[in-house]
């Protein structure tokens, strides 16, 4: 018995060591999987995971209500929406790690400027170009670098790289202590500060394709042709990119538009959690604002076990079905958090809520990669924005107004779960699109 798992840790250490050393080397990958999750860590804990931590103490301090607030969220993800097709344009024609720092800048610039509003129509204006900053600066443009440097091991590098934004929400706590103990203003000034100096540095290694510095994808040497392709990046291209789909291609299958679907659904009910569960957890269940954050750090510790399934059965079993099933985990959780009558309820969504975000997030990019293919996922990812990022805008959206208008969050909740079954249908459908020839 022992010497069976001796012999089967030491095919694990071995897979491991193969992996990310294929070449007896540390392949490059694998660093800009570790670069490009820092810099969504800095996004997530400095702002968006603890953005409901500010909505409640602004709320205090200035009297505005939660769909006003709200609606700064959902304009910054239709924002979001309309820049992905020029931003997935820009990422495949610049490379990931130029548009990365321009969105940086923009965030800790914006962040500071945030800590001096006092009007709605200033927290408008600034909230826009946090969003910018890090729409730019933040997943689509990791997600791209990643799609070209992976393949055999393309979901596990996805998942990796989102732990970033998993520990961020871990550690919101700190930053609502921050908000609690020196006030919103000088937090979101520090956390300014800290996304130019601290994660600008980080990409200077998040290179655009592994081809352009003399590598392959997975660091696995590539024995076939080199071909002549229309790619508007390149003029001799791998053979293992003359099947990809261009944009255009990709447009007219009806894959493209199912995953877009069910993908925009699921950001639907990510965007109404961000930004109204801790307002739920705090002002409707009575729990201290300590609590709610808690409940946050619980949430995204079952991402961080989400991701982990992510990674392993990304890459062995059917990604579509995977996420049709996460898609009833959210549902499930949400009942749960709609007609919570004690903590324990509460913990159920956190649990049920957090492992389907995470194991369903880097699918999501893993299906469409594996569907059309790397050479122009930016351009792709782009256009799907357009109908993704209309889901992230109307959940906090709407949650707000049910919550303004009833009272209570249980209407908004129980729509939202409803919601979370349609996506599984299209997800359903999703199927993969015949080979491009």
């Known amino acids: ?102 969105g940086l800048v923009i965030f800790g610039l914006a962040l500071i400027g945030f800590s001096r509003i006092d009007t709605i129509i200033e927290f408008y204006v600034y909230f826009f170009f946090i969003a910018l900053g890090t729409s730019l600066g933040g997943f689509l443009s990791v997600t791209t670098a990643l799609v070209n440097w992976f393949s055999k091991h393309r979901a596990k590098a996805l998942a990796l790289s989102q732990f970033g934004f998993s520990f961020g929400g871990i550690l919101v706590p700190i930053t609502i202590f921050s908000l609690e103990t020196v006030g919103w203003r000088v937090t979101a000034a520090g956390s300014g500060i800290i996304v130019l100096i601290v994660a600008w540095p980080l990409t200077r290694i998040i290179d655009h394709r592994p081809e352009d510095v003399g590598e392959t994808p997975d660091g696995i040497p590539y024995q076939g042709p080199t071909v002549s392709t229309t790619s508007q990046n390149s003029t001799n291209t791998p053979g293992y990119r003359q099947a990809d789909f261009t944009a255009r291609e990709a447009l007219k299958t009806k894959a493209f538009w199912f995953m877009s679907l069910g993908h925009g659904t699921s950001l639907l009910i990510i965007g109404a959690v961000m930004v109204h569960l801790i307002l739920h957890v705090n002002g409707q269940l009575g729990y201290s604002l300590t609590a709610a954050g808690l409940v946050v750090s619980l949430m995204t510790a079952m991402q961080i076990v989400g991701l982990f399934s992510a990674g392993f059965l990304g890459d062995r079993l059917d990604k579509r079905l995977i996420v049709t099933a996460c898609m009833g985990l959210h549902a499930a959780g949400l009942l749960l958090l709609a007609y919570a009558q004690n903590i324990w309820m509460v913990v159920g969504f956190a649990v ?86």
């Open 1 to 102: 018995m022992y010497s069976d798992g001796g012999a089967v840790l030491k095919r694990l250490l071995n897979s491991i060591q193969v992996t990310l050393k294929p070449q007896g080397h540390v392949f490059q990958g694998w660093w800009i999987v570790g670069a490009g999750g820092l810099v969504q860590f800095t996004g997530a804990i400095l702002f968006f995971q603890a953005f409901g931590a500010y909505v409640l103490l602004m709320e205090a301090e200035f009297g505005w209500s939660k769909a006003l607030m709200a609606g700064a969220f959902a304009l910054a993800r239709v924002e979001s929406g309309l820049l992905g097709p020029i931003q997935g344009w820009m990422v495949d024609r610049y490379g990931p790690r130029a548009v990365i720092r321009w």
């Open 352 to 437: 049920l809520h957090g492992i389907a975000w995470g194991t369903r997030g880097p699918l999501m990019q893993a299906i469409r990669a594996d569907y059309f293919g790397a050479s122009n996922f930016g351009m792709i990812m782009g256009w799907s924005s357009l109908i993704v990022m209309i889901g992230m805008a109307l959940g906090p959206l709407y949650a707000g107004y049910m919550a303004d208008r009833t009272g209570s969050y249980e209407t908004a909740f129980t729509t939202l779960a409803i919601t979370a079954v349609f996506g599984a249908v299209f997800f359903l459908l999703a199927k993969k699109p015949p080979k491009r020839v």
